[in-house]
Nanobody
Framework: VQLQAFGRGLVQAGGSLRLSCLSS????????VGWFHQAPGKEREFVAA????????YYSDSVKGRFTISRDNAKNTVYLQMNSLKPEDTAVYYC????????????????WGHGTLVTVSS
């Protein structure tokens, strides 16, 4: 399963950005997808995850109420809408997929895309 993340950018604090995770996998609609980020010098952290149907969603406490994960299975795409961005959201963002149920544990995801850089200026 190949994943591609789009939407890198530089925004000011308080601004918004939408990331997209696209797959060419024919059965991508059967996969749970997670977004993770890794800031310079820090470990990778969970951001949000969504199950195959879109009715099972998890967020980290740091983004709850600001970020929204969604998916369009007809387009094989999962989105991460990021609002009210803060400088501490600056990181490389990765999307990942797994065939089974949704989870917030990065170790449980088998397939990873290349990261996309999000920079939030103060």
């Amino acid at each position: 399963v190949q994943l591609q993340a789009f939407g890198r950018g530089l925004v000011q604090a308080g601004g918004s950005l939408r990331l997209s995770c696209l797959s060419s996998e024919r059965t991508f609609s059967n996969y749970a997808v997670g977004w993770f980020h890794q800031a310079p010098g820090k470990e990778r952290e969970f951001v949000a995850a969504i199950n195959w149907s879109g009715d099972g969603i998890y967020y980290s406490d740091s983004v709850k109420g600001r970020f929204t994960i969604s998916r369009d299975n007809a387009k094989n795409t999962v989105y991460l809408q990021m609002n009210s961005l803060k400088p501490e959201d600056t990181a490389v963002y990765y999307c990942a997929a797994r065939y089974y149920g949704v989870t917030y544990s990065g170790r449980e995801y088998k397939y990873w895309g290349h990261g996309t850089l999000v920079t939030v200026s103060s």
